[in-house]
């Protein structure tokens, strides 16, 4: 928030649009640097990049990110500033740009929204319920906007405004937490945190002992009364559907039906169709009988990370890791159904679309979010990435379980409480009892239609201030106006 009171200071001094922009490419770069830092290390330590060539293709993805959503709104606020409320406006303009990252660049990359820096403040995150993510980002938002004037323009009221509703908000969401009680059928679960490091998951040399780390928690889990255990992304380094034998295949399987439970984890999905080879990033439930039951294909794929996204395959070459192969991206929402269980199964990156998840979440009765951290190193990415998915639980009203490999995993339950975590770069096990929920959260329900109504307060407060800076010019010509300098004072 900080950040947009000196991008709203020194915007508001600027002489020229052009200075406008570039203070706002500044700002926005100097927000993906602390924010996206992990980029480098990713792709550098695990990609086989070159760390310069690492570095240069993030400076090129901090510039694109700026121009996508700090340069719009840094020229939205130059262009509007000679309207004295207009600046009332910034938080709509703000969240609205948020709104389409959702969808662009790409199939979407919503990481690290604003409402974020308000989300770990657990009972002011439970608005989420209600307006999802984007209602913090607007109060981030508008607090900045609030304060600037404070000290900007010497006016207390809009301050006071925005503690009063902190206050009103954080009371209410902490009714919200202390009187929630769990509904629905109680199940419980055991969550496998196998703590792989990335270098062994992808030495095909250590096979072997990726699957028998994991058959021994998957053991160990079985002798508690359990109705499901969870694995993370990518988890077993075999193949299940592919045509030809695998000795590593069988070896695994042939393991597991020994322990009489089901099991949900994600795998490479490798197989021809048509003489093609495709390859998803799935998640597979078994029964306890060893039965396939169903199969998630990840729709939300990373771009650069699973596939190199149109037209940048003519630089394929940077990106050894995918070199001759991209992911191909599921087609179906699908609920994976087992007993009571109706799964909303999210992989990895696909727990921080609010959109996607709300949607699909209002068809089942419990979020599984397997994610493969390991890439991201001791970074502050799988912080970020945890806190983004604990909100998602909050919007949705779900529990959600996140299964990592290096952590963190954790059970959530619908007000966003860790009710059991492991923390990163440990093996263990997660026991703990979960409660199976078809209820759906006012965002969940309506989240596009609240997304709309954003939209027309929008369109009904800019014709509202526009046409009382009209009749405020209106009246000043009528008394004889003012100078050019006076006027530069009164809207600074």
Same mark, same amino acid.
Request: hydrophobic fraction near 45%; charged fraction near 20%; proline fraction near 4%.
């Given at each position: 928030?900080?950040?947009?009171?000196?991008?709203?200071?020194?915007?508001?001094?600027?002489?020229?649009?052009?200075?406008?922009?570039?203070?706002?490419?500044?700002?926005?770069?100097?927000?993906?640097?602390?924010?996206? %830092? #992990?980029?480098?290390?990713?792709?550098?330590?695990?990609?086989?990049?070159?760390?310069?060539?690492?570095?240069?293709?993030?400076?090129?993805?901090?510039?694109?990110?700026?121009?996508?959503?700090?340069?719009?709104? =840094?020229?939205?606020?130059?262009?509007?500033?000679?309207?004295?409320? $207009?600046?009332?406006?910034?938080?709509?303009?703000?969240?609205?740009?948020?709104?389409?990252?959702?969808?662009?660049?790409f199939?979407?990359?919503? #990481?690290?929204?604003?409402?974020?820096?308000l989300?770990?403040?657990?009972?002011?995150?439970?608005?989420?319920?209600?307006? =999802?993510?984007? =209602?913090?980002?607007?109060?981030?938002?508008?607090?900045?906007?609030?304060?600037?004037?404070?000290?900007?323009? /010497?006016?207390?009221?809009?301050?006071?405004?925005?503690?009063?509703?902190?206050?009103?908000?954080?009371? #209410?969401?902490?009714h919200?937490?202390?009187? %929630?009680?769990?509904? =629905?059928? &109680?199940?419980?679960?055991?969550?496998?945190?196998?703590? +792989?490091?990335?270098?062994?998951k992808?030495d095909?040399?250590?096979?072997?002992?990726?699957?028998?780390?994991?058959?021994?928690?998957?053991?160990?889990?079985?002798?508690? $009364?359990?109705?499901?255990?969870?694995?993370?992304?990518?988890?077993?380094?075999?193949?299940?559907? %592919?045509?030809?034998?695998?000795?590593?295949?069988?070896?695994?399987?042939?393991?597991?039906? @020994?322990?009489? !439970?089901?099991?949900?984890?994600?795998?490479?999905?490798?197989?021809?169709?048509?003489?093609?080879l +495709?390859?998803h990033?799935?998640?597979?439930?078994?029964?306890?009988?060893?039965r396939?039951?169903?199969? %998630?294909? /990840?729709?939300?794929?990373?771009?650069?990370?699973?596939?190199?996204?149109?037209?940048?395959?003519?630089?394929?070459?940077?990106?050894?890791?995918?070199?001759?192969?991209?992911?191909v991206?599921? @087609?179906?929402? /699908?609920? +994976?159904?087992?007993?009571e269980?109706?799964?909303?199964?999210?992989?990895?990156?696909e727990?921080?679309?609010?959109?996607?998840?709300?949607?699909?979440? !209002?068809?089942?009765?419990?979020?599984?979010?397997?994610?493969?951290?390991?890439?991201?190193?001791?970074?502050? &990415?799988?912080?970020?990435?945890?806190?983004?998915?604990?909100?998602?639980?909050?919007?949705?009203?779900?529990?959600?379980?996140? &299964?990592?490999?290096?952590? *963190?995993?954790?059970?959530i339950?619908?007000?966003?409480?860790i009710?059991?975590?492991? @923390?990163?770069?440990?093996?263990?096990?997660?026991?703990?009892?979960?409660y199976?929920?078809? /209820?759906?959260t006012?965002?969940?329900?309506?989240?596009?239609?609240? @997304?709309?109504?954003? *939209?027309?307060?929008?369109?009904?407060?800019?014709?509202?201030?526009l046409?009382?800076?009209?009749?405020?010019?209106?009246?000043?010509?009528?008394?004889?106006?003012?100078?050019?300098?006076?006027?530069?004072?009164?809207?600074?």
């Open positions: 928030m900080g950040g947009f009171f000196i991008l709203f200071y020194i915007i508001y001094k600027a002489s020229s649009l052009k200075e406008s922009i570039l203070y706002s490419l500044l700002t926005g770069f100097s927000f993906a640097v602390f924010s996206f %830092y #992990w980029i480098v290390f990713a792709i550098s330590h695990y990609g086989d990049v070159n760390l310069l060539v690492s570095v240069l293709l993030f400076a090129l993805f901090g510039i694109s990110f700026s121009l996508f959503q700090f340069v719009p709104f =840094g020229i939205f606020l130059h262009i509007t500033k000679k309207y004295r409320y $207009s600046i009332f406006l910034a938080p709509f303009v703000w969240v609205i740009l948020e709104f389409l990252r959702e969808y662009f660049p199939s979407g990359f919503p #990481w690290n929204l604003m409402g974020y820096t989300s770990y403040i657990n009972p002011v995150a439970q608005i989420t319920s209600t307006t =999802g993510i984007y =209602g913090l980002s607007f109060l981030a938002v508008f607090f900045a906007v609030s304060f600037f004037i404070l000290f900007h323009r /010497k006016n207390l009221i809009p301050a006071v405004v925005s503690v009063l509703l902190f206050s009103g908000i954080y009371l #209410w969401g902490n919200r937490i202390n009187s %929630y009680t769990d509904t =629905g059928t &109680a199940r419980n679960i055991a969550v496998i945190q196998g703590n +792989i490091k990335e270098d062994v992808l095909n040399n250590k096979r072997l002992e990726v699957i028998n780390k994991y058959l021994h928690l998957i053991q160990t889990a079985s002798k508690h $009364s359990v109705d499901l255990i969870i694995l993370p992304e990518s988890a077993i380094p075999v193949y299940p559907l %592919y045509q030809e034998e695998d000795v590593y295949r069988l070896y695994f399987f042939d393991r597991l039906k @020994k322990y009489k !439970k089901p099991v949900l984890s994600g795998f490479d999905n490798v197989y021809y169709k048509n003489g093609r +495709i390859l990033n799935s998640v597979f439930l078994y029964d306890e009988n060893n396939l039951v169903d199969v %998630y294909n /990840k729709i939300k794929l990373v771009p650069f990370g699973e596939y190199v996204p149109f037209p940048f395959g003519i630089f394929r070459s940077l990106f050894p890791y995918l070199e001759g192969y991209d992911f991206p599921g @087609k179906e929402k /699908k609920v +994976i159904r087992f007993k269980f109706k799964i909303v199964p999210l992989i990895c990156f727990a921080i679309f609010p959109d996607f998840i709300s949607e699909f979440a !209002k068809k089942g009765n419990l979020i599984v979010n397997v994610t493969n951290d390991a890439w991201f190193g001791r970074t502050s &990415a799988p912080l970020q990435h945890f806190e983004m998915a604990r909100v998602r639980a909050v919007e949705t009203g779900k529990y959600l379980i996140r &299964a990592a490999n290096t952590g *963190i995993s954790a059970v339950n619908p007000v966003g409480e009710k059991s975590s492991l @923390k990163l770069f440990e093996d263990g096990i997660i026991l703990e009892k979960v199976l929920n078809s /209820k759906a006012s965002w969940a329900e309506h989240h596009y239609k609240i @997304k709309l109504l954003f *939209i027309i307060l929008f369109i009904v407060l800019s014709v509202f201030i046409r009382k800076e009209e009749r405020n010019e209106v009246n000043n010509t009528k008394g004889g106006g003012h100078t050019g300098k006076s006027d530069e004072k009164r809207f600074r």
